[in-house]
């Protein structure tokens, strides 16, 4: 069993920038694909951005790829994701997911791939 735990999440402008983390209580974290989401009220959950169990495949929702960085620390058990020139609309709910299931790959989009989920950390975005 794993569990992850976000933070990083608060209130910023427009065109500001956050970095979430992602913590994870198992070694075995480490072999894990790992995804971030996020669900804005009213609104379906939504692939972020995922990464490799080693880092070194990412994938991104086209409207992140430029702005957002998923990196993974296996030493530390951790995934971030650095996020600027953030827009209101990014304002969301974001959750971390892990699968013990795929380790890379474009399933790692797909929000069924995994098994084990964050409780989730808030990002507001103002205008």
């Known amino acids: 069993q794993v569990q992850l735990v976000e933070s990083g999440g608060g209130l910023v402008q427009a065109g500001g920038s956050l970095r979430l983390s992602c913590a994870a209580s198992?070694?075995?974290?480490?072999?894990?694909?790992v995804g971030w989401f996020r669900q804005a009220p009213g609104k379906e959950r939504e692939f972020v951005a995922a990464?490799?169990?080693?880092?070194?495949?990412?994938y991104y929702a086209d409207s992140m790829k430029g702005r957002f960085t998923i990196s993974k620390d296996n030493a530390k058990n951790t995934v971030y994701l650095q996020m600027n020139t953030l827009k209101p609309e990014d304002t969301a709910s974001y959750y971390c997911?892990?699968?013990?299931?795929?380790?890379?790959?474009?399933?790692?989009?797909?929000?069924?791939?995994?098994?084990?989920w964050g409780q989730g950390t808030q990002v507001t975005v103002s205008s």
């Open positions: 997911a892990a699968s013990s299931r795929l380790s890379f790959g474009v399933r790692l989009t797909r929000d069924k791939t995994y098994d084990y």
């Open positions: 198992s070694g075995t974290f480490s072999s894990y694909g």
């Open positions: 990464t490799s169990w080693n880092g070194e495949r990412t």
